[in-house]
């Protein structure tokens, strides 16, 4: 009956339009108005976050050569950081920069050989994976060539003066040690053959670690990012097509010490300038050997260990060494990873690794570089647990002194940690 | 050499090495106006000294072993006016800022601070204070009234 259904008067239409939906799947309409976001052009904190989101969406986007030209676009006022820098404790400084973690002696697939005395034995020769010892020897005979060569048989009319030994002596003796050592190593690497080796290239990052309130000028009060920029030169550099693997995976960095330093830059002492801001690897971007190798640096006269003994700073010696490599070989591998696309707000997704061997000519200081980010401004580092990792040896010295036309007290340890180096490969 | 009114010689190469016994300066310690890293400690120095003086008067007077050290000279203003209408100028000087060595650190000590200590028992002020305090409460009015003045009622 009607009343017993307890219907209401006006027959409800809803009632069956109801039911007409209920079996089937849920019709997406689309919105009848635009979403509501803020404002782009009004001067509001909302405003201008959403012109920062639009410009790293814009970023993104873009293919690799405009992404490179658009984070480097504008130029501001930058922290210019040298590898090789007189200041005091600066591997702390820097450290902090790139967010590195120092890992004193280098990763299990190098062994460090001590190699006291002349004649190698043969267990240390059989540990390089495919370096018997015929080539270990004639390796070893190579590098007594080259010493001989730079210190016993050339002579220059004109012996060098007050700070230009290295330049005049040890320049020339690194560049022939890596040729001689690059081309012969290649018939048991086959990837140095279709490798790139540089002399004194230009090896130039810019990245933004970190914030400042400005103190004074008419955007006093504000926040402002703190960037920085390294331009490097190394003696000499291998560059490779395919990618070196790496040394440990990404979240065995997550527990890596990195040191926090709470002072501003300028105290370290590190001064700003403005100019162009580089990114670049030694190549340019189409060049297909964009993965870095091995990269070769020699201590210049002003940081030589001797000097430094003089002026009573002999600790200073190991800083500087950490520092150059921990700057260098950041910036190298920062490029590369730039080259690929990816930069702060797109974080990499595979590690990038670089060696680099750092000299005077007696001593050779051996140092290992893993980039597992590179995601450091302040709003993409605030949840970002991974760290980059240098590992870094002792200095060792290559030789004693040449006597009579010989080479005294080679090292064959710090020959086999070269070749080793050298020989690595995915 | 006494420091008596000499002018330093210019070294020309095979000069004896300057040496100066019972120097005339001064160095000042102060407290850092911003922020410095631990191990840098500010000084203030003579103008006449240079980066080498500094160290040198450092490591062999107070044997303070000293890394590198920064010199700069602030300049003094020169724009207040007195009240004749006369530019009056503050002095300039020189700040060095040295960097210790062998890992050692400073702080500039507080040199003033808060003194919170109550009087000794039995003492005058303790009376004194105890008596001011009685006389403070008499004068508050009954907190019973909530903060209402005398002037209406009984």
């Not at chain 1, 635009?34 to 639009?54: F, H, Y």
């Not at chain 1, 007050?162 to 012969?184: D, G």
């Not at chain 1, 190298?332 to 750092?358: H, L």
């Not at chain 2, 109550?118 to 508050?140: H, L, V």
Request: charged share 20%.
């Amino acid at each position: 009956m009607a009343t017993r259904c307890k219907l209401p008067l006006l027959f409800p239409k809803s009632l069956f339009k109801n039911q007409r939906f209920v079996h089937t799947e849920a019709a997406v309409t689309p919105p009848a108005y635009p979403p509501v976001v803020a404002s782009l052009t009004a001067k509001s904190k909302s405003a201008r976050l959403r012109q920062i989101d639009e410009q790293v969406q814009k970023i993104c986007a873009a293919p690799v050569e405009e992404k490179l030209s658009l984070i480097t676009r504008i130029q501001r006022k930058k922290f210019v950081v040298y590898p090789q820098t007189f200041a005091r404790n600066a591997d702390r400084w820097y450290q902090h920069f790139t967010k590195t973690a120092y890992i004193p002696g280098l990763p299990e697939k190098f062994s460090l050989g001590t190699g006291e005395g002349n004649s190698p034995s043969p267990a240390d020769q059989t540990e390089i994976p495919g370096i018997d010892g015929d080539a270990f020897a004639e390796i070893r005979a190579l590098v007594t060539r080259v010493i001989l060569q730079q210190h016993w048989h050339m002579h220059k009319k004109r012996r060098p003066g007050v700070y230009n030994h290295q330049q005049q002596v040890m320049a020339p003796f690194l560049k022939n040690l890596v040729t001689e050592l690059a081309y012969t190593v290649a018939k048991h690497n086959p990837l140095l053959l279709s490798s790139s080796l540089d002399f004194g290239p230009q090896v130039n990052f810019y990245w933004r670690r970190g914030q400042r309130i400005i103190p004074k000028g008419h955007r006093k009060g504000r926040l402002e990012p703190v960037r920085f920029q390294i331009d490097d030169s190394p003696n000499s550099q291998i560059r490779v097509t395919q990618q070196l693997p790496q040394f440990c995976p990404m979240e065995a960095s997550y527990t890596a010490d990195v040191p926090v330093v709470l002072h501003a830059p300028n105290l370290m002492p590190l001064f700003r300038r403005q100019y162009d801001n580089n990114i670049f690897t030694g190549a340019k971007l189409p060049d297909p050997a964009c993965y870095g190798h091995t990269q070769f640096h020699l201590v210049p006269d002003r940081y030589h260990r001797d000097r430094m003994v003089k002026l009573q700073c002999p600790e200073q010696v190991e800083i500087f060494l950490r520092s150059n490599a921990i700057a260098s070989l950041f910036c190298w591998t920062g490029a590369q990873a730039a080259y690929q696309g990816f930069w702060s707000y797109e974080d990499v997704c595979r590690p990038f690794v670089s060696q680099a061997v750092i000299t005077d000519g007696h001593f050779f200081s051996f140092f290992c570089y893993q980039l597992n980010t590179v995601a450091l401004s302040v709003e993409t580092d605030a949840n970002n647990p991974r760290k980059n990792l240098l590992w870094g040896s002792q200095s060792q010295r290559l030789f004693q002194t040449v006597q009579d036309g010989e080479v005294v007290g080679l090292n064959d340890g710090v020959i086999k940690l070269l070749v080793q180096f050298l020989m690595n490969r995915p | 050499m006494t420091m008596k009114n000499i002018f330093f010689p210019i070294y020309q190469l095979g000069n004896p090495q300057l040496r100066i016994f019972r120097p005339n300066w001064f160095l000042t310690l102060v407290r850092p106006g911003k922020e410095q890293p631990p191990d840098t400690v500010q000084f203030r120095v003579p103008m006449e000294m240079t980066k080498y003086d500094v160290k040198n008067y450092l490591e062999k007077i107070y044997n303070v072993p000293v890394g590198v050290v920064r010199t700069r000279i602030q300049f003094g203003s020169n724009k207040k006016r007195n009240h004749l209408n006369q530019k009056v100028k503050k002095p300039d000087y020189k700040v060095a800022y040295v960097q210790l060595a062998q890992g050692q650190t400073f702080t500039f000590p507080d040199l003033f601070p808060d003194k919170t200590q109550a009087p000794t028992e039995g003492s005058m002020e303790e009376m004194q204070n105890k008596f001011m305090e009685d006389e403070k409460q008499r004068q508050k009015l009954d907190p019973r009234r909530g903060g209402v003045t005398e002037w209406f009622g009984l």
